[in-house]
């Protein structure tokens, strides 16, 4: 137990991962090396954080949802957040691409960095962040028009260039749902199956080319099926794209995440509300293995929750 | 438990059962019966009008124009015409108007401030303001200065768009909050602007709805008679207004008043044709909305 511990979570990932792309680790390791240097990720395991989340807080109306959090988050890992109903990690997640602006009575506090940018500058458009960092909701939100509409959308509104087919067609085969719609792209969405939906949803993300992807219990409305080929496609996608879920199903965290931030619910000083905090940050594996924090084991361990 | 027991309870539960029957066809009953009130209201006067009005409807009757003096020759020419110009100006006025009202209210307007609490309370007074007295505003402001247009299509059409637009603003607010805000967070995650969202998912999105409301407005306006009045609109005429800014113009409601207002049984006749040529075109576009609803009607 103690070795699996101990051992790099991270380093054990890339071996699986080149051995999947077929690179073979002996011939000319170092251009391996380069490849994920460029990607940011360190063979040595170092990894670059793509957003730093300082002492950040949400409130509703000012009362605190979430407060104090403070952590990295990696980029080109899966990064779960987990915890109790309540306890603030949709609303966390939904500050990452200033969805919470939406809502007039939020208010964020505190700092979140991306790529070293205040996200919450003065001088930053809401709409711009939103290209960037992209997001697929709790329950399938196809908008209601062709399924080749449907991923057209953003690039159409972002007015990019470039051939409109190939860029559908693309999106599809990374949302790994090419194969079962080439036939019927200009069929309504509406007729897809919940999990294709889904798959549609995800597509459409990647349609604008972002560099994040927030999840917010993506799978949450979708049978295990369903949920088992979104699962594979987060970790295909994890090699372009950083990926930040939301997930009440804890076996997800454990088997798609490389990095698990574990929330509980607190009761403030004056015991009014009921307020999220963060109680552990750590890899996926310490996190479920070797919690530091009791609480984070309670709950990992289906004691409480 | 004993049969006997057994027995008591089986009959308990008929009893209550068969009670709850009663009370069951009843209601249903009354139901039917409520029903059956504004039906028969209505069929009687379908039958009624079409019997006295009926054997004068003809093509020369929608063809002809009024005639002071000889019924037979008499007809609702400048009436039908006058009726369907005021009816396409009235939606090219409430339309725009009505659906950028009803964007801002449910789209930008925040609820905290006091001002857009007094625009929603307004709106739903001015629906309960009687036409007549929206007569009298059409007259003191765009009939007379400052709009100063003179009893023209055009000053009708405002006046009754006024009136009606309360509707189609209550109409449409709904339309576009039945939009789920599903659809308006997949489109804004995107990296859509707020004005790309409400453009192309938004609108689209309510747009059968807010088209019965605007046909369910205009089949309220076409009955309208006492706002034409006001402004001075004339009983008939003996011509078709070349457009919507000069000439003076009647209505069908208006050269009904006039028919049936008559001392002459010949005219009261022509009242009667007159207002079925009034209910077909009502019933033409309330068949519109109907169509409309169930062909685009967006089911979430």
Not at chain 1, 163 to 177: C, K, P, T, Y
Not at chain 2, 46 to 60: A, C, K
Not at chain 2, 71 to 96: C, H, K, N
Not at chain 2, 263 to 268: G, I
Request: net charge negative; proline share 5%; hydrophobic share 45%.
């Amino acid at each position: 137990m103690q070795e699996h511990v101990t051992q790099d979570p991270e380093e054990r990932q890339q071996e699986t991962s080149g051995r999947v792309d077929g690179v073979p680790s002996t011939r000319e390791g170092q251009v391996q090396t380069q490849a994920l240097e460029a990607k940011g990720q360190k063979a040595t395991g170092e990894r670059k954080p793509i957003f730093g989340l300082e002492k950040v807080g949400v409130a509703y109306g000012g009362v605190p949802a979430v407060r104090e959090v403070d952590f990295p988050i990696y980029q080109h890992q899966i990064t779960a957040l987990i915890g109790p109903s309540g306890c603030g990690k949709s609303t966390l997640i939904r500050c990452l691409n200033r969805m919470n602006d939406l809502i007039p009575a939020a208010k964020v506090t505190g700092k979140v960095n991306y790529h070293g940018e205040d996200l919450y500058g003065s001088d930053v458009d809401p709409v711009q962040v939103r290209k960037r960092i992209g997001m697929v909701f709790q329950k399938p939100n196809p908008f209601p028009k062709s399924i080749y509409d449907n991923i057209a959308f953003g690039p159409r509104v972002l007015g990019q260039k470039g051939d409109m087919d190939e860029i559908v067609e693309s999106a599809l085969r990374r949302g790994a749902l090419w194969d079962e719609v080439k036939d019927r792209l200009k069929t309504n969405a509406f007729g897809m199956s919940g999990g294709q939906q889904q798959r549609l949803c995800i597509a459409r993300a990647l349609a604008t080319d972002p560099d994040v992807i927030l999840m917010d219990e993506p799978c949450s409305a979708l049978d295990p099926i369903s949920t088992g080929r979104i699962e594979d496609l987060m970790l295909e996608l994890r090699e372009n794209y950083s990926i930040v879920i939301v997930t009440h199903n804890m076996q997800q965290a454990a088997r798609v995440s490389n990095m698990t931030a574990f929330f509980t619910v607190e009761l403030d000083e004056d015991e009014k509300h009921r307020t999220g905090r963060v109680v552990e940050y750590d890899d996926t594996e310490k996190v479920f293995t070797n919690p530091s924090d009791e609480r984070t084991e309670a709950y990992v361990t289906g004691k409480v929750g | 438990m004993s049969v006997a027991e057994a027995g008591i309870a089986r009959l308990a539960v008929e009893r209550a059962s068969r009670g709850q029957q009663v009370k069951d066809l009843i209601f249903r009953a009354a139901l039917l019966l409520s029903l059956g009130v504004g039906f028969i209201t209505l069929g009687v006067l379908l039958v009624d009008v079409t019997l006295d009005g009926g054997s004068s409807l003809s093509w020369d009757f929608i063809t002809n124009f009024p005639s002071r003096i000889s019924p037979e020759r008499s007809g609702v020419q400048s009436a039908v015409v006058g009726t369907l110009l005021l009816m396409v100006t009235t939606a090219l006025f409430i339309v725009p108007v009505g659906v950028a009202t009803a964007i801002y209210l449910e789209e930008y307007a925040d609820r905290d401030r006091w001002w857009n609490r007094l625009i929603e309370v307004n709106i739903q007074n001015l629906a309960a303001v009687p036409s007549v007295v929206y007569g009298l505003l059409g007259l003191a402001f765009i009939v007379r200065a400052p709009l100063s247009l003179g009893t023209v299509v055009l000053a009708g059409a405002l006046t009754l768009g006024l009136l009606v637009l309360p509707v189609v603003i209550v109409v449409a607010r709904e339309a576009i909050r039945a939009v789920p805000s599903s659809i308006r967070e997949g489109s804004l995650a995107l990296g859509a602007t707020h004005w790309q969202t409400i453009w192309k998912q938004t609108l689209p999105g309510s747009l059968p709805g807010i088209a019965t409301g605007v046909i369910l407005a205009l089949s309220r306006a076409i009955g309208e008679t006492a706002p034409l009045l006001v402004i001075g609109a004339a009983l008939f005429t003996r011509f078709n207004p070349n457009d919507v800014t000069s000439d003076q113009f009647t209505a069908l409601p208006l050269t009904i008043l006039r028919f049936v207002t008559d001392a002459d049984s010949e005219y009261q006749t022509l009242g009667a044709a007159a207002i079925l040529v009034l209910l077909a075109i009502l019933v033409v576009m309330n068949a519109g909305a109907v169509y409309l609803r169930n062909r685009y009607e967006q089911k979430w």
